[in-house]
Every structure is written in C-alpha cells, then in structure tokens.
C-alpha cells in the first residue's frame, strides 16, 4: 500500500502531523485545507521538525528531502479524486465534518475508505452521509502523531470487516499500534477513561481541595503520568477539551459529564491553553 496516495483533509496540528507521518512511512499524501497559509504551516512544522531530527543525526537530509517530496498540498478537495484512503481531521465540529465527508462521497473512487479522526464523535452518524457506509472508519491518533504509537480504529454500525483490516494494517505500516474498538461509543476508549480523571481534577480545584500544580503533581507522582491534568488540557487546548465534555453530555445526558463551571469560564476568558499563552495555572480566570 505504499505506492498508494494518501489524503489527509485538515492541515492543523494532528492533520498535518498525521500526514507528515504518512511521509514518514514512505506514503505518497495530499493534503488539503480552504486555508492555504494553514497549508504552508503545515509544511514549515514539517521542514522544521526534519530539521532537528538531521542536527541529532536520527535522519538524513536526503532523507528529509525525499520526505517533503511526498507530500503535495491543496485547497481543492477535487484534487484528491485518485486516493485510495482518505483521512478527515479537521477540527471537532460535526457540521463541518458531516460536509466534507459528503464531498469526500463524490469525488473518491468507489472503493476508496474515508476515515476519521474525531477523538469523540459518532462514526455511524457521519457514515450516514455518504453512499459508502461500509468504507467508513474511525482512525483516531493522539497527540504528536510522529510519536505517539496508539491509534484506535472504531468499527461505525455498518463498517466492514474489510475497511478494519486495512485500517488496522495501514496503522501498522504507519508504525502504530492499532487497537479495534469494536462499538461505536463516545470517546472510545482513551477519553471515556481520560474526561473523567480530568472532570474530577476540576472540581478538586474548584472544591478549594489542592491548586492546579498540586493535583498534576499528584498525578505525575503518584500515577508516574508523564503529564498531569490540567498540564495536559493547557497543552492541547482548554477549548478543545470543553468541546468534548459537551459533546459527551449530549450524548449519554448524565450530569456526570457536566462541564464544571469553572472550565466553561476559563474558556469564556479566552484563556485556551499555554499555546495561546495562559491556562489552568493562571486559575481563578480574571476578566481581561
């Protein structure tokens, strides 16, 4: 399959990461975005990570080089008609990935699998808008994808045995290890365990119990976690997070996935994380 040309719709951290990790891998990828400059950010986090890995000596320059070249960019979703797998990782945003699995649909060849990398949505419910139900697949990366080896495939309620296979092989050439989740729930299994744990780090907080730095502490010392709580929401995005509380309180409606208070208003502060520049640390959220 590494003769294959890979898409990858979604240029930000994950897509350009995942897609930079096809390269890796000796895949052939298109990635695409309606943002071009994202496009070309894409490209600089890739050169620039290249980069680094030729000063250590864990790669060559050749071999970087011949990396980039495998790597096209696009606006233009028609641009990916002779894909033979395509992997959707834009933003947690139902509507906007409902529509661009719809074009996705019409433009890929028939056999051709469209994935996901939704960290919590339905793949059923996306399936559902495209004649090709059974090619549908969750194929959800973590955080940076040239690194982290999990990748958890989600079987939708009509995806074939056959699109699980080479979602499962795909993820092994990519140098993952792939685990099959064999019921289409929110958050799969990762976040149905991790929301909780940091759920419950808010309201500790909120409870006057320990500070922010104490309970990542705790974790980190306590659990030998490489990251604690609230260093792991400033780290992907306080916002991010809050988008998947929701979405998990829409779909089981049980208070125990209420976002805490004091989340939603960290959010409202526009504090999303130390990538912007401020987050959990800085709790109590102050009015700008």
């Known amino acids: 399959m590494s003769q294959s040309t890979i898409a990858v719709v979604g240029s930000g951290t994950m897509g350009g990461g995942i897609a930079h990790q096809m390269a890796l891998s000796g895949f052939n990828v298109k990635l695409a975005d309606v943002n071009e400059s994202a496009l070309e950010e894409a490209v600089k986090r890739m050169t620039s990570w290249m980069a680094l890995n030729v000063r250590k000596g864990a790669m060559t320059q050749l071999e970087a080089d011949d990396t980039l070249g495998r790597v ?3 606006t233009n979703l028609k641009d990916l008609s002779d894909c033979s797998f395509a992997l959707e990782a834009v933003f947690e945003n139902l509507e906007v990935k409902e529509g661009i699995f719809s074009q996705l649909d019409k433009i890929l060849p028939p056999d051709a699998i469209i994935a996901t990398n939704t960290s919590s949505m339905s793949i059923t419910a996306l399936a559902e808008y ?40 795909l993820s092994r050439a990519l140098g993952k290890e792939p685990i099959e989740i064999k019921r289409d729930t929110p958050g799969f299994i990762v976040n149905r365990l991790l929301i909780p744990q940091l759920l419950e780090a808010v309201r500790l907080v909120e409870e006057g119990v320990a500070t922010p730095e104490d309970v990542d502490k705790a974790i980190r010392l306590g659990l030998n976690s490489p990251m604690g709580p ?15 509380v929701d979405h ?20 409202r502060a526009g504090r999303l994380g130390r990538k912007t520049g401020a987050g959990w640390y800085d709790y109590p959220p102050k009015d700008k």
Do not use: C
């Open 130 to 169: 495209t004649g090709r139900q059974k090619k549908v697949v969750g194929m959800h990366f973590f955080n940076p994808p040239q690194i982290m080896k999990l990748v958890e495939v989600v079987r939708g309620f009509k995806t074939d045995d056959d699109t699980i296979k080479q979602t499962m092989e």
């Open 248 to 267: 998990f309180y829409e779909e089981f409606r049980n208070d125990r996935w209420a976002a805490p208070l004091s989340l939603r208003a960290l959010v």
């Open 72 to 74: 096209k960019i696009t």
């Open 230 to 244: 609230f260093e792991l929401q400033d780290y992907t995005g306080v916002d991010i997070g809050l988008n998947v």
